[in-house]
Structures are given as C-alpha cells and as structure tokens.
C-alpha cells in the first residue's frame, strides 16, 4: 500500500517547492494526536514545527471536526459578497475585534497567507488613492523576509532563493537589512542596534521618496528566514518613522498570530499597533485553510467613504466561509480555554533556556526564540560566523538526522527552526532539545569529512 501510495504521489502530484530529488524519502503522513505525528509505517515523531507553523492547539482535536460536521450539516458554504454574510463570519470578526489590537475592529478573510499579503498591498494602495495620493504605492520589506509565493507576496518575501525561475518580480517592492542581533552590522554606536537597524527604514523611504510608498511590510519575528527576533526598541523606533513619513505598518502575524510569540499578536510585545494586520495558520490551527487582514478604525471610515463607483473591489470566492469561520471559532475557544497564549510564553521560555545549554557545541553560533518559536544557527566557524558552503547541504542533512531521531522540522539557511504545538509537553520539549543536541555534532562530523581535502 505504502510503495503504491507513494508511486501514484510521483505519477499525479506537484508539491510545495518541487522537484524530484526532494522526494525521494518521502513519509506518508497519517496520524496526529497532540504534538506527536504518525508516518505510515507507523512510526512516530514529536511534530517541531506545529505541520508549518501552524498547528497551535496540537493534532487531533475533536472539538474542530464537529464544528465543521455541525456547520457543514446546516450551510457549509455561500458567498460573503457584499449584500449577503453568514453568521460564522459575523462572530469570528467580533471576536477578533476583541482580540486584536486595540484599533484593529475590521476584518476582511482570505484562505491563507499569500491572499492575506495581497490583501494588505491593495488595501494600502486604496487608501493612499482614496486620499489623493495615487503615487504611494510602493511596498517595503526586508531580507529574509516570508510574506508568500504569489507574485506580489514573492516580491515582498526576502529570500531570493524562491524568485529565479519566476521572474521578473512585482515592480515597486524593494528589502532593507532584518535586524539579526546575531548579524545585523552593527556600525553606527551612537545609536542601539534595534535603532540602527530600523533607521534602515528611514534611508530606504527617503531613497524612494516618501511621496511613493504606501507602506512597509513586517513579521514581528521572522519565520522563515530563521527565526529572528528583534531587538526591543526595534518595532517602537519603526513606528515612529512609519508615522513621520505617512507610511503604513503592515504586520504579517501569520506565523505568530494567535499565542506563538507569547502573546496573542506579535506586536503586543513592543507596545505598539499596525495599521494593518494580517493572519492565517493559528487562526483555525491549521485544521481548515483561512487567513485574513486586519485593518485600523482609520482605514475602515477611509474604505467606507468613498462613493460606490470608487468601492474596494478586492474580492475572493471563499471569503467568510461560514465552515472555515465555525472551525476558527472553536479553535479560539480551545486556545483561550486551555490558557495556550500564556502556556506559549511559559514553555517558550523553558525550551529558550534548554536551548542556550546549546551553544557550548562546536558548530552552534547562536540560539534565539520568543514563546515556542525559535532556531538554532549553526556554523563552519563561530569566530567568523561563516556558514558552510551551500553545496555541502547541511540544511538538508540537519533535517534528516532529526527526522531519523524522531524529531520532524525544518532548517533554512543552517538554522534549524522550532515552532511546536503550544500544548506540547516539558518531556517532549525536552527530548526535542535531547534530539537536536545529538544532531549537530552527528551531521557536521560528516560535513567535515566530505570537506576534508583527499591526502
């Protein structure tokens, strides 16, 4: 059954970042239950990635099948176009009002983050439009950055990496430097890194011209592109330049949206408010496809003023699905009933601290995380920082050694990323750091060895 399986996977499937030498020992996942997973040969392994960031409330969870059989069972699906809505839509929108930040009360939803992305740019050039200024459509992001493989949100997301083949990109996007503590260079001392990195903000509008840019794009921790957690001051000092030169701050919460940092949305940590918001994955745990984009009190009275000749004509076939929105509702019930947000800062902390035990390791250069997200880099030389050739495929092999002990994730750039099932137990935690420790050592051994020049 497994050999047919995966035979007819070959014949009639294209994944996710394809290609056929990916796929070579592929698992067949067929079981989830908490934070573990289960392939088809019965095996099984503590999911560190929550599925792809997005399995907040662990697998299984009965509580989301019969909101969907229930909702299914009465009006499973009918268009949200304006002049019509469904109840489901009506209640997971108020209740994110309560949710989100404070002058967020408006919701538009999509199926998944790259709608979301879209979502944001357009909004932001309606409303510069709306006002009289149709030059500001220009979008601002950063290096390795993830916003999305639709074409303008491949042209927001910073990891070129996914743009050869599909080129050219969106006109009007352009990257600043991410503020890696750990590889941010850091030259101008007047000022803390998290200022000196955000000032890169300031040079990148003023080059563009400000009268050009609706707005800049951020995941208050980059996924990803491995897990980077800025310094404090970063987003407040971000902010300010957002303001001064009537730029719009869009968050992509998709990845630590709905408890992943530690607290509902990202941004919550640093004290300030996006204009625009955007979710996907936690909202619904991954159980069913839905995403959405939140946008301030201020942007909603500019959407609903204008006449109807100049609407928001933005649209999706699936928006609002009643069953998608019942499943969220009752995803959100479980994350605030079982106290995951603050479970998530908890655990998140426990599994920093383990982590860090890491850095003793030759090979591992730096640790970081917030609540249940976080990397460990690794390195050729960790005076340098130098990574290792890309040909050597360490990513690739870290991946494997994890998954042959038991731990499924992912690594990107040479760091392997940590986002599980804010459920997750301190023993799973624990075995996953165990699982992690074992790795390294075991895959740069080898590295070296097929490094090492012939005698």
């Not at 499943?327 to 982590?355: F, H, K, P, W």
């Not at 040479?414 to 996953?432: F, Y």
Request: contains cysteine.
């Amino acid at each position: 059954m497994l050999t047919t399986s995966l035979a007819t996977d070959q014949a009639h499937l294209m994944h996710p970042l394809h290609h056929p030498s990916a796929h070579a020992g592929t698992r067949v996942w067929v079981k989830g239950e908490g934070a573990r997973i289960t392939d088809a040969t019965g095996r099984h392994y503590i999911d560190g990635l929550s599925g792809l960031w997005n399995v907040n409330i662990g697998h299984g969870r009965r509580e989301l099948a019969d909101a969907a059989q229930k909702q299914m069972s009465t009006l499973a699906f009918h268009s949200a176009y304006a002049g019509g809505t469904n109840e489901q839509a009506i209640r997971l929108a108020e209740r994110l009002s309560g949710l989100a930040y404070p002058s967020i009360n408006t919701f538009f939803f999509t199926s998944g983050g790259a709608e979301s992305s879209e979502s944001s740019f357009k909004t932001a050039r309606f409303y510069w439009k709306a006002l009289g200024q149709p030059d500001k459509i220009k979008v601002i992001s950063r290096h390795r950055a993830y916003h999305g493989l639709t074409l303008a949100a491949m042209s927001a997301t910073g990891l070129p990496a996914f743009w050869p083949m599909f080129e050219p990109r969106t006109p009007g996007f352009s990257h600043i430097e991410a503020p890696d503590p750990y590889r941010f260079a850091h030259t101008d001392t007047s000022v803390s890194l998290g200022v000196a990195a955000a000032n890169k903000l300031e040079e990148a509008i003023l080059k563009e011209g400000a009268d050009t840019v609706a707005a800049f794009i951020a995941e208050p921790v980059q996924g990803a592109g491995g897990v980077i957690v800025p310094p404090a001051d970063y987003f407040p000092r971000i902010r300010q330049i957002c303001d001064q030169y009537d730029v719009l701050l869009i968050a992509d919460d998709v990845i630590t949206g709905f408890g992943r940092t530690g607290t509902w949305f990202g941004l919550q940590h640093y004290g300030i408010e996006p204009d625009i918001m955007q979710f996907a994955k936690g909202i619904t745990s991954g159980y069913v496809p839905l995403g959405g984009i939140g946008v301030s009190d201020r942007i909603r009275e500019v959407i609903n003023g204008v006449g109807p000749g100049q609407r928001w004509m933005h649209a999706f076939t699936y928006s609002g699905h009643p069953t998608c929105c019942a499943v969220a509702l009752a995803n959100l019930d479980i994350i605030e009933g079982e106290g995951l947000v603050a479970r998530a800062a908890t655990s998140g902390a426990r599994l920093l601290r383990t982590l860090r035990e890491l850095e003793s390791l030759d090979g591992v250069g730096h640790v970081r995380g917030q609540g249940l997200m976080a990397a460990v880099e690794v390195v050729a030389d960790k005076a340098t920082r130098q990574l290792h050739a890309p040909a050597l495929g360490v990513s690739q092999k870290l991946m494997d050694g994890m998954l042959e002990r038991g731990l499924y994730t992912r690594a990107v750039m040479d760091c392997i990323c940590i986002a599980p099932p804010l459920m997750i137990s301190d023993a799973d935690l624990d075995r996953m750091v165990g699982i992690i420790a074992e790795t390294i050592p075991a895959v740069l051994a080898t590295v070296r060895q097929t490094a090492a020049p012939a005698r």
